[in-house]
C-alpha cells in the first residue's frame, strides 16, 4: 500500500522550531520530487518548499528562505521539513507532497499535521 505520513507537528511558541517528516511506504521516495505546502483553516494550501530527487535542489517560498531546509535521509525514506523562527502566520496543517519525476506522471499526498504557532 502507498503511503505517505507526515509528522512532527505540534505546539509551538513564535520564534520556536519544529522538524517534520515525511516519510513514504510502498514506493521509492528517493525518486520522487517532494514538496512541503501549509494550508491554514479555510484557505488553499501555500507552497513552502520542495527537494528534488537526482539534482540537490532546494526551493522556498520567500517567506521561508532562511528560516526552512528540507533535507532527504534516504535511508529512511524520509524527508525532513526543519522550521525555525516561526511565526503566528506559519500556523497550518502540513501536508508533504511526492511528484514522480518519471514514468507517468502521478502524486501523492499525506494526510498532514498540524503546526500551531501560538503563545
Known amino acids: 500500500q502507498v503511503q505517505l505520513v507526515e509528522s512532527g507537528g505540534g505546539f509551538v511558541q513564535p520564534g520556536g522550531s519544529l522538524r517534520l517528516s515525511c516519510t513514504a511506504s510502498?514506493?521509492?521516495?528517493?525518486?520522487?520530487?517532494v514538496k512541503w505546502y501549509r494550508q491554514a483553516p479555510g484557505k488553499e494550501r501555500e507552497f513552502v518548499a520542495s527537494i528534488g530527487p537526482t539534482v540537490n535542489t532546494e526551493l522556498y517560498a520567500d517567506s521561508m528562505k532562511g528560516r526552512f531546509t528540507i533535507t532527504r535521509v534516504n535511508a529512511n525514506s524520509t524527508v525532513y521539513l526543519q522550521m525555525s523562527s516561526l511565526k503566528p502566520e506559519d500556523t497550518g496543517v502540513f501536508y508533504c507532497?511526492?511528484?514522480?519525476?518519471?514514468?507517468?506522471?502521478?502524486?501523492?499526498w499525506g494526510q498532514g499535521t498540524q503546526v500551531t504557532v501560538s503563545s
Open positions: 507532497k511526492a511528484e514522480s519525476d518519471f514514468g507517468v506522471p502521478h502524486a501523492y
Open positions: 510502498g514506493f521509492t521516495l528517493m525518486h520522487y520530487t
